[in-house]
């Protein structure tokens, strides 16, 4: 059972995620996110996110932290994953630090072992970005979760 809702939730994602690309969005750049590893405590977890967000105008790379948290059916243990979403707004106009603020969507994902999962998530600075999924979540661990999700980011000046 667990196993087909976490199957439906990541194709509701993804589909999710190709009408966001579709809505005449601009591409600012690639969040290159590491998600520290932990315990899931079946209801909600909070993991820590180290991104590096690349301009896709050349711009110099920014550095940015923060928590990932997951309210929902989140079951078990992983170990550090790696996430990498495309950064789509609906202008091009972008000054450094806007990615920091709150993200939210909805999240599927299973680990036996190995594993993956997606997160299209909207929000930012005048909740005016959306991160969708470039590579599905890599991580290892015995893990299923399908959960809202929520991300806050902090602009680093390290």
């Given amino acids: 059972m667990i196993k087909k809702l976490t199957l439906a939730a990541t194709f509701a994602v993804l589909g999710l995620a ?12 690639v969040l290159d996110c590491s998600i520290d590893g932990g315990t899931s405590y079946v ?10 967000f690349k301009p896709s105008n050349g711009g110099p790379s920014e550095i ?8 929902g059916v989140d079951l078990g243990s992983t170990h550090q994953g790696q996430l990498v979403w495309s950064v789509l707004a609906a202008s091009r106009d ?11 969507g909805v999240n599927a ?6 594993g993956g999962g997606a997160n299209l998530l909207l929000g930012g600075f005048q909740r005016s970005y959306a991160l969708q999924p470039l590579s599905v979540q ?10 809202v ?6 602009h680093s000046l390290k």
């Fill in 43 to 52: 209801v909600t977890s909070n993991k820590g996110v180290s991104c590096t």
């Fill in 138 to 147: 890599a991580q290892t661990g015995l893990n299923v979760a399908v959960a």
């Fill in 109 to 114: 994902e299973a680990s036996v072992v190995t």
């Fill in 149 to 154: 999700t929520s991300l806050e980011l902090m």
């Fill in 94 to 104: 972008y000054d450094s630090g806007n990615l920091a603020g709150n993200y939210y």
């Fill in 64 to 71: 940015y932290t923060g928590v990932i948290s997951k309210l």
């Fill in 18 to 29: 190709t009408s966001a690309n579709a809505t005449g969005r601009f591409e600012l750049g």
